[in-house]
């Protein structure tokens, strides 16, 4: 195998969303950008893959909602760049007991940052929504900002972008060695290629790559059924009908998030904000489905909830999670190469996030100040994490 002699400034581990955004804040800096992906492109194998995700500013941690800003801007810049719709604006919905915690900590960050809401009582609910079926007691925060993203246009958009800035994008080559050292080498399944940095952003398999770097993150990766459900009248539940992004809090162990209608006409997605553990070489294989448990909780939800949808789903696809214990990211150098930087655990949420994360990321490999406050992200918080695991 013969030794590339170029010298990248950056390799990028991963075509996932979080890598296309790293590539894409290194080569709009002029870095010489290269981008490495195991399976040809597009491919839906991993958790960026799929029509949509909700965008919003609405979190309980200030450091996300005040990312949300930057990232709103940079959706809308690569828009422009790329000439494409990449995000449409619903509103999101979230629902909860009038006592829920989370809701009255999320509605105080949208008011200490002064983002557009209003809180919805029983009463204003029932005659807002009358395609929902609330719960008695159940009240409502409105985020204005929420909407969706159209995710597989975004990396196709993403791709493109990052080639016309000069940045080398190659699919099909999966990484299977990595020797630390200044420049690091990386071997792949076709070439050898040195960089002065290295960025891993392999979602579901990143503990397989750190793992000969002498280091295993604390992530747990979880198969997510992404189910959609047919309108018993088609439009209903629809973005042209003004139907927003939903979010339910309290009406089973973990979130349920809907979305309207849109991608697939007449049919609204709904899914569950958990999922059963699974290697992500066996996501789709027959033998580990034991995942009915997610889609019955589902089930309940629309027919108890949702009643001009029928109550099974009509398609089901398949997604990935990664998740830290505190579902907070990984955005950070190997505690012992300094040149290898590590985006991980994105928890089912980093989508919308992106382009900060991307920003951060191309900052941490060039070694320049972070552009936010990195301590909620450091690999350092996991103090459980044993010396045999570093
Ligand atoms: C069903 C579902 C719904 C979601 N909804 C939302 C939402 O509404 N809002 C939101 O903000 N977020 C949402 N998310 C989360 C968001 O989609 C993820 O956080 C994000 O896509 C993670 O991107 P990633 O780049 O880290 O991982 P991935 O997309 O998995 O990318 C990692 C890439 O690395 C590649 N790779 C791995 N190993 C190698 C190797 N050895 N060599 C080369 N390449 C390699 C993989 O093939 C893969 O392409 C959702 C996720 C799912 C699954």
Not at 121 to 141: A, Y
Not at 266 to 284: A, I
Not at 295 to 303: N, S
Request: proline share 6%.
């Amino acid at each position: 195998m013969a030794a590339q002699t170029d010298l990248w400034d950056a390799i990028v581990i991963g075509a996932g969303v979080q890598g296309c955004f790293t590539a894409y804040h290194l080569a709009q800096n002029s870095k010489k950008v290269l981008l490495l992906e195991q399976f040809l492109l597009p491919h839906s194998r991993g958790s960026s893959h799929g029509q949509s995700r909700i965008i919003r500013k609405a979190y309980p941690e200030d450091f996300y909602t005040r990312m949300m800003d930057e990232c709103y801007r940079t959706w809308a810049q690569l828009e422009r760049e790329a000439g494409a719709q990449l995000h449409r604006r619903t509103e999101l919905l979230f629902l909860g007991m009038k006592e829920n915690p989370g809701l009255k900590t999320i509605q105080a960050t949208l008011s200490r940052q002064g983002i557009d809401h209003e809180c919805l009582s029983s009463v204003h609910l029932k005659q807002r929504f009358p395609n929902i079926r609330f719960t008695k007691g159940e009240v409502g925060l409105l985020d204005k900002t929420g909407g969706v993203l159209y995710a597989d246009k975004a990396l196709r958009a993403l791709q493109h972008v990052i080639r016309q800035l000069g940045g080398m994008v190659c699919d099909g080559e999966k990484v299977v060695e990595i020797r630390p050292g200044l420049p690091v080498t990386v071997k792949t399944t076709l070439k050898s290629y040195q960089a002065n940095s290295l960025v891993i952003t392999a979602g579901p398999w990143t503990n397989r790559i750190l793992r000969p770097l002498g280091i295993e993150l604390p992530l747990q990766t979880l198969r997510i059924n992404v189910c959609y459900w047919r309108e018993k009248v088609p439009g209903s539940y629809s973005v042209s009908q003004a139907f927003p992004c939903i979010l339910s809090l309290d009406l089973a162990p973990h979130h349920i998030y809907g979305l309207p209608a849109s991608e697939y006409p007449g049919l609204m997605k709904v899914c569950y904000h958990h999922g059963d553990s699974v290697d992500p070489e066996e996501r789709d294989c027959p033998k580990t489905f034991s995942d009915i448990q997610d889609v019955q909780i589902l089930c309940h939800f629309v027919k108890d909830h949702l009643p001009g949808l029928r109550p099974e789903p009509d398609i089901m696809e398949r997604c990935m999670y990664t998740n830290t214990p505190d579902e907070h990211f990984i955005l950070d150098c190997h505690p012992k190469y300094d040149n290898i930087v590590i985006g991980a655990g994105f928890s089912g949420h980093g989508f919308k996030l992106a382009p900060a994360v991307g920003k951060v990321l191309y900052e941490l490999s060039m070694k320049l100040p972070p552009s936010y406050d990195l301590a909620p992200f450091r690999i350092s918080r996991f103090s459980k994490l044993s010396k045999a695991h570093l």
